[in-house]
């Protein structure tokens, strides 16, 4: 609440500036759907493609989401609710796979079980699809549903306990329905990633709407049946977004800075306690260690086979130059919405929307966009400058709401009365920016700063279609060493890629021993 | 220094006034405490006057400059009225010595530094200068927040109640300081607490708050001696109540009665009397039913006819003995049921 004179001037400030940064999110997104619904050329509506395209992305999120969700709540529940060798350092070791994108975990796996690998079953074609989906994607059901385990639920828990619940009946009948939120809001963030993705399917040899739009524009060269299928795509995602949200209610999708409660276990059998530590290494042996542990071994067996220093520096400066442009509109929309007001609840929405929408849609979209902008004759060249521009747009739009999260939970941490404090001290709007709620933000700054670089360096799809000429990244090579059936190649990019992706889900695992040491 | 003045001021949340038509002065260099239970307007009040919110109707003054108007509201950062909070708020990012230079910026560095010690030296902090919030103890805490509070010189100082979350011993030494710092720097200021004893204690003048309204506006002994109506007696302690009509200047009561000459004869009343102003002594009126150590007294209740009230009594007094019940003038109050 802002005095009426004086300070209204600050406050309309920094909400236009939030509007602004939504444009800019927004801005791809909307080129999808006007230059889809404007008349062209090219495949038409409802064209095989499309119809292929929708029934395989919609068969791999069921198949991949729903084994996401079932290894990710069965391992929830065992480390919190069950007592086992090694399960205090399961508790942060499952959220490891989280690191790996899904092109690199097919990749791997491509090497492993097929021809000359060591494993001889070969994970391959929709099936293998969907084993990558659910074991590199299954840590977002898993930190939902344990801190939906681990907070509200455990004086239910405790309650069902002295009731006389056995743990199957206790997980059935009172875990099960109150993690629900939980297990939907992490669930539609796997299925949304597995609506995104573009490596893994494609190189499985699968037709869904992501692989579809880069046919389309590729081998059809029909931009506008391209832009076509990124319009349904983007739609269904919405759509989805929209009813996920309905769904979740007020439920909130715990964050890692949430304090986790010491539940009282069930001391499992010995066989039982086998089972449990058998599945949750499992679980870390097949997301994690196997196919990093080849990776690495290929990587150095082919040291010097690949010159990726090039692609290195690419990636560097590329995942940093998007990671501090979309910071500053994530920052922005971020405070704008702490500070109340229906323009910034607009703005994190709208975020939101971008972060739903899969890499190759945004990039179509900022793509068309600019080239309408050098068709009027806004702007000229068509140079490596331009088309980086145009990418780093195409990130912000996708990832901001990646950034603003982590923003806006440090924010809110902040007590409502150092604001006021500051006030009645005499600091005007500016001086409170800049000495209190910057510095004591910093580090969620940084922790988001931190998780755009990593999700930026990690991204194919748009970095394949929006990248200037002979400018290659670590995931394009890898992806394009992958497409020549050259994996011990693509090994070493894939590598790093993981690497950088262990950063922030190591953060992330620090939140939660921390919470754990503090808790009573 | 300045005064603050209030005059019908209003507070509208959701359609509901949580601040009613309050008006009122904190006299210059005097201490005025806002008596109230949760949900009074009292904390609202404070942050009225800070002009961290805006009236919706009345004015504040402080001095002779009018802050607050529905109409204008000058911003809290040009107000130059301190305010400890509650959690006190401290910048969790600052060492002491920063908080409390922070709002010294309008002057060189080094004087900004020299003040900010020679506060926390007034206080007892100066070995803690460098520490930061989180390494300070909560009355540590509380007395920082104090000294940012009055290092700018403000022209009145706001405390929300200041001392809640500490324990009886550290909060009676908090109070000492914080009324002695008060004191020293002569500033006028305005002090919100739910604990009556304290409010009496610490105020100069006292306001007495219900649902919005102010009750009463006094000096903490007349507030006491003489309260406004039922609701500003039981604000200041423990009463008993009773209603009956005035015959021959007096109402009747259970337990004696009460003068009632300012009151209409015939009037329908409502008398309340002071625990306090409940004096028993062995005899055969009322029956005692209940004993609770209360300090120096016994919070002792009493029945006569099926109707019991609570005395604070100084004896021992023994469960189920039966005593004679003596009600002292000075804390017996009887108020028009009309009004």
């Given at each position: 609440m802002s005095g009426r004179a004086g300070s209204r001037l600050n406050v309309d400030a920094v909400a236009l500036f939030a509007a602004a940064a939504t444009l800019i999110?927004?801005?791809?997104?909307?080129?999808?759907?006007?230059?889809?619904?404007?008349?062209?050329?090219?495949?038409?509506?409802?064209?095989?493609?499309?119809?292929?395209?929708?029934?395989?992305?919609?068969?791999?999120?069921?198949?991949?989401?729903?084994?996401?969700?079932?290894?990710?709540?069965?391992?929830a529940w065992l480390v919190s609710l069950c007592r086992f060798p090694g399960r205090g350092a399961f508790e942060w070791l499952l959220v490891i796979p989280l690191a790996a994108p899904s092109y690199v975990l097919a990749y791997a796996y491509s090497g492993l079980t097929w021809a000359g690998g060591p494993i001889a079953f070969p994970v391959r074609g929709f099936w293998g699809a969907a084993f990558i989906y659910a074991i590199g994607l299954y840590p977002y059901v898993y930190l939902a549903a344990r801190a939906a385990f681990a907070s509200q639920s455990a004086c239910a828990l405790e309650a069902a306990r002295t009731l006389g619940a056995k743990p199957g009946a206790l997980f059935f009948r009172?875990?099960?329905?109150?993690?629900?939120?939980?297990?939907?809001?992490?669930?539609?963030?796997?299925?949304?990633?597995?609506?995104?993705?573009?490596?893994?399917?494609?190189?499985?040899?699968?037709?869904?709407?992501?692989?579809?739009?880069?046919?389309?524009?590729?081998?059809?060269?029909?931009?506008?049946g391209a832009l076509q299928i990124a319009a349904v795509l983007l739609i269904a995602a919405l759509v989805f977004l929209v009813a996920e949200r309905r769904a979740r209610g007020r439920a909130g999708f715990a964050d890692g800075g949430a304090r986790w409660r010491t539940l009282p276990r069930y001391t499992l059998s010995p066989l039982a306690a086998a089972g449990a530590f058998v599945f949750c290494a499992g679980l870390i042996v097949l997301g994690a260690a196997l196919p990093l542990g080849?990776?690495?071994?290929?990587?150095?067996?082919?040291?010097?086979?690949?010159?990726?220093?090039?692609?290195?520096?690419?990636?560097?400066?590329?995942?940093?130059a998007g990671a501090l442009a979309t910071l500053v509109l994530a920052a922005l929309i971020a405070v704008s919405a702490r500070r109340g007001g229906a323009m910034g609840k607009f703005s994190l929405f709208a975020a939101g929307m971008g972060y739903a929408a899969p890499g190759a849609v945004l990039a179509l979209g900022a793509f068309s966009m600019f080239g309408l902008m050098r068709e009027f004759g806004w702007i000229g060249g068509v140079g490596v400058s331009l088309a980086l521009v145009t990418l780093i747009w195409a990130y912000a739009a996708r990832f901001t709401a990646a950034g603003a999260q982590p923003i806006d939970a440090g924010l809110a941490r902040l007590s409502k009365g150092l604001d006021a404090s500051a006030r009645t001290l005499g600091a005007g709007p500016a001086r409170r920016l800049w000495q209190v709620d910057l510095p004591i933000a910093a580090p969620s700054l940084a922790a988001a700063l931190l998780i755009l670089f990593v999700d930026i360096l990690k991204e194919l799809p748009a970095t394949l279609i929006i990248r200037p000429f002979n400018f290659d990244t670590l995931a394009v090579i890898a992806y394009q060493y992958a497409s020549d059936e050259q994996l011990e190649l693509a090994a070493a990019p894939s590598l790093l890629i993981f690497a950088a992706g262990l950063a922030p889900i190591l953060l992330l695992t620090r939140s939660i021993a921390r919470g754990r040491a503090g808790s009573r | 220094m300045s005064s603050v003045t209030l005059s019908n001021v209003r507070r509208i949340y959701d359609g509901k006034p949580v601040v009613n038509e309050v008006s009122l002065t904190a006299p210059e260099a005097q201490v005025l405490a806002l008596l109230g239970a949760s949900g009074s307007g009292k904390s609202t009040l404070l942050r009225l006057i800070a002009g961290l919110e805006s009236v919706d109707g009345g004015e504040i003054r402080l001095g002779d400059e009018i802050a607050s108007t529905p109409k204008r509201t000058l911003p809290a950062e040009a107000r130059r009225v301190g305010m400890v909070f509650q959690d006190y708020s401290l910048f969790p990012h600052l060492s002491a010595a920063a908080n409390v230079a922070f709002g010294l910026e309008h002057l060189p560095r080094a004087e900004r530094e020299a003040q900010a010690l020679s506060w926390l030296d007034r206080i007892g902090l100066h070995a803690r200068a460098h520490a930061f919030p989180h390494e300070l103890s909560g009355g540590e805490q509380q007395r920082v927040a104090l000294a940012r509070a009055l290092a700018p010189k403000p022209r009145a100082v706001l405390l929300d109640e200041p001392f809640s979350g500490l324990d009886p011993v550290l909060r009676e030494e908090l109070r000492q300081v914080t009324m002695d710092a008060l004191a020293e720097t002569r500033t006028t200021a305005l002090f919100v607490t739910h604990d009556a004893e304290e409010a009496l204690l610490v105020a100069d003048r006292l306001a007495i708050l219900k649902n919005g309204r102010l009750l009463q506006e006094a000096a903490p002994r007349d507030a006491y001696d003489k309260p406004a109506s039922i609701d500003a007696a039981a604000a200041l302690g423990p009463i008993n109540t009773a209603e009956g009509r005035v015959e021959n200047g007096a109402v009747a009561t259970p337990f004696g009665a009460i003068s009632a000459r300012h009151l209409i004869e015939g009037a329908q009343a409502r008398v309340a009397v002071r625990a306090e102003a409940v004096r028993l002594a062995p005899g055969r009126q009322a029956r005692v039913i209940d004993v609770r150590p209360h300090g120096a007294h016994d919070l002792v209740r009493i029945e006569a006819d099926g109707v019991v009230w609570r005395a604070l009594a100084p004896a021992r007094t023994v469960l189920g003995e039966r005593v004679d019940v003596g009600l002292q003038p000075a804390g017996a109050f009887a108020f028009s049921a009309a009004g």
């Open positions: 999110c927004a801005a791809p997104a909307l080129a999808v759907i006007g230059f889809a619904l404007a008349p062209g050329e090219g495949a038409r509506f409802g064209g095989p493609l499309l119809t292929n395209g929708a029934l395989g992305t919609l068969g791999l999120t069921l198949a991949g989401g729903t084994g996401a969700i079932v290894l990710g709540a069965a391992s009172v875990g099960l329905p109150l993690a629900r939120p939980g297990l939907v809001a992490g669930g539609a963030l796997a299925l949304m990633e597995i609506a995104a993705d573009y490596g893994a399917a494609q190189h499985f040899g699968l037709t869904t709407l992501s692989t579809a739009i880069f046919r389309a524009w590729y081998a059809h060269q029909s931009a506008h080849w990776l690495a071994y290929i990587a150095v067996e082919h040291t010097y086979a690949a010159d990726i220093t090039k692609a290195f520096f690419n990636s560097i400066s590329l995942a940093g | -």
